[in-house]
């Protein structure tokens, strides 16, 4: 039994060797490519923030946000630059303050409306509120 190849055959037979043979020997010399790290971030917060509270997605990166011992909260970048405050007040309210009744600052939550707030006071009742001081919502606990 013999077989016949043909011209066409055996040049159509050549160049998909030649394919293959070269895209393996080219994927044997592709280098992996180098993986690049930002150099960490420094920065300094000063202890009067208060306590850390939180870590949210920020513009740039990680936002941290603290709360101090009068429960004033600070928003704060994480190269250290304060990037906003919320200021709390007992009876009369103050524009963009949070009511001093809310209790501390147990978390903040950033979706797709903003930045929210979540606080719990001593009686065990827990608010959300948005980062403008709009109440969304009370939880009670017994």
Same mark, same amino acid.
């Given at each position: 039994m013999t077989i016949h190849i043909t011209g066409k055959s055996l040049l159509v037979l050549a160049a998909t060797f030649l394919l293959l043979a070269g895209s393996l020997i080219g994927?044997?010399?592709? =280098? &992996?490519?180098?993986?690049?790290? &930002? &150099?960490?971030?420094?920065?300094?917060?000063? #202890?009067?923030y208060g306590r850390l509270v939180a870590a949210i997605?920020?513009?740039?990166?990680?936002?941290l946000v603290f709360e101090? #011992?009068?429960?004033?909260?600070?928003f704060v970048s994480i190269t250290g630059m304060k990037e906003g405050?919320?200021?709390?007040?007992? =009876?009369?309210?103050?524009?963009?303050?949070?009511?001093?009744?809310?209790?501390?600052?147990?978390? &903040?939550?950033?979706?797709? #409306?903003g930045t929210g707030l979540v606080f719990e006071d001593a009686g065990g009742v827990i608010r959300f509120v948005t980062i403008a001081g709009v109440m969304e919502g009370e939880l009670n606990r017994e």
């Open positions: 994927l044997h010399f592709i =280098q &992996a490519p180098a993986v690049v790290h &930002a &150099a960490p971030a420094e920065g300094v917060v000063p #202890k009067s997605p920020d513009r740039i990166g990680t936002g101090d #011992k009068d429960g004033v909260i600070r405050q919320l200021n709390r007040y007992d =009876q009369t309210p103050t524009q963009g303050g949070i009511p001093k009744s809310y209790g501390h600052l147990v978390a &903040a939550v950033v979706n797709d #409306k």
